[in-house]
């Protein structure tokens, strides 16, 4: 198990810039708007040679009607439980504050290591300021100003000393499957079912979600890591900047991972949102499961669900070679199935067929049905090969490969489908001259 390094506070003491530089990233929002952070946000820091997981968390607050505030103390119980380092952030320009006190107790409880960390120290006044967050009894702190770096590196090298001495695990090489889908369609939902542990803030307030969380996922045979992003919305919806990020974090997030789970609301059915990011999906190569969530509130015949999956597929035509799961999340309906289709599809994903056994049944079919002749020359295709890279990638060679076109092409991939299983799992085909 890797090192983690928790940092944490009251919102707006700097807790997200500090993150950004420790992960030399991009990765949390910062935004001037107070309590920004909503969830727990993972980084990886390598210093001298040692490297160490850091949460940002959302800022703690106690007493307060605001239902994000609450929720987000929770998160920073939580990162308290995970963490092996605290790094507890203040503020030299407010002083010691009333919820600083607060953290404080509840950071000498926990027994765990922490670093009480003073930011926006710009000027030697401010570091004389300093001084008085030795009240805060958690013994020596560090000047830090995280806006220009000043005070990082000493930081560091005190975070490299005095964490525990274990190798760090590397992390496996298994799939990453990301959930994607509109804001509030219940992806936070389906990975609170999946690890049955209050990963996410779950409220009921559209796009709660606005960073990515990795989380392994590793029972009942299944291995590998969840990707929870934040919803994907519309461009004209992304008022604030918040909203924007999360747009770049999620197409950032189908792009990381390798196989996406796109939730559809049954209530509302599939939307040009939807079709958006299917194309997105499509467009980098990554495999596909599509998942109809809220099953449990449509009114159902015999024929709701077939139906459902008919309007889905016509409306992804030419693409309709993937699996359509009907399930609640909140009552956990089909969750098992999910597992077992991600398997299928990283399994087809990961297929590869033999040059020879490709030939015997590829040249028989093209050679029935040739793509039609252009400008007076016949075009024959001579042979066929797998290409040696990530996803499913064929390259047929003849003799005029500028002459096909996208029908003929569509026709060999509907034909490949019919004879290897790559169901969920977008395949590209490349025509070249011998």
């Given amino acids: 198990m890797g090192r983690i390094v928790a940092i ?6 700097g807790k997200s810039t500090l993150f950004n530089r420790l992960t030399e990233s991009r990765e949390a929002i910062v935004d001037e708007v107070s309590g920004v952070t909503r969830d727990r ?6 210093w001298n040679g040692v490297s160490f997981s850091v949460i940002d968390t959302g800022g703690y607050v106690r007493n307060s009607d605001d239902i994000f505030e609450e929720e987000i103390n929770k998160q920073v119980l939580l990162a308290v439980d995970e963490a092996d380092m605290i790094l507890f952030m203040v503020d030299v320009t407010t002083g010691i504050h009333e919820l600083d006190s607060g953290v404080a107790d509840l950071l000498r409880r926990s027994g765990k290591k922490v670093i009480v960390v003073v930011n926006k120290i710009d000027n030697n006044e ?12 958690l013994g020596d702190y560090f000047p830090l100003s995280s806006i220009n ?4 590196g000493d930081l560091l090298d005190q975070i490299v000393k ?15 499957v990301a959930i994607v889908g509109r804001p509030n369609v219940g992806k936070s939902s389906l990975v609170n079912s999946l690890l049955g542990v209050d990963r996410n803030i779950v409220t009921p307030l559209a796009g709660t979600t606005r960073d990515s969380i990795y989380t392994r996922y590793n029972k ?14 519309k461009k004209a919806k992304v008022s604030e900047d918040i909203e924007f990020y999360s747009v770049m974090r999620a ?15 049954a209530t509302r059915g599939i939307e040009a949102q939807d079709l958006n990011i299917i194309s997105l999906i499509l467009k980098n190569n990554k495999g596909i499961i599509i998942l109809v969530n809220k099953w449990d509130l449509v009114e159902k015949d015999n024929n709701t669900a077939l139906r459902t999956e008919k309007d889905i597929r016509s409306k992804t035509a030419p693409f309709t070679d993937y699996p359509v799961l009907f399930i609640s999340a909140t009552n956990k309906q089909r969750i098992h199935k999910i597992l077992e289709t991600v398997e299928l599809v990283n399994n087809n994903r990961r297929r590869k067929i033999s040059t020879s056994e490709l030939n015997d049944v590829l040249l028989g079919i093209v050679h029935d049905n040739p793509p039609p002749s252009a400008r007076g020359k016949f075009i024959k295709i001579k042979y066929v090969t797998q290409l040696p890279v990530y996803t499913p990638s064929f390259a047929f060679f003849c003799n005029f490969p500028e002459y096909i076109k996208e029908p003929y092409r569509r026709y060999v991939e509907n034909r490949m489908r019919e004879k290897f299983d790559f169901t969920g799992v977008p395949i590209r085909i490349f025509f070249r001259k011998k």
């Fill in 8 to 13: 944490v506070g009251r919102p707006n003491v």
């Fill in 220 to 233: 009942f045979n299944h291995d590998f890591l969840l990707v929870d992003t934040a919803g994907l919305r």
């Fill in 162 to 176: 005095d964490l525990p001495d274990q190798p760090a695990e590397e992390i496996p090489e298994i799939p990453r």
């Fill in 251 to 265: 197409v950032r997030t189908i792009e990381s991972s390798d196989l996406c789970l796109l939730m559809i609301d």
């Fill in 126 to 137: 401010r570091l004389a300021d300093a001084t008085e967050f030795y009240k805060l009894g």
């Fill in 149 to 152: 770096g000043a005070g990082t």
């Fill in 41 to 46: 946000n993972y980084g990886t820091c390598l």
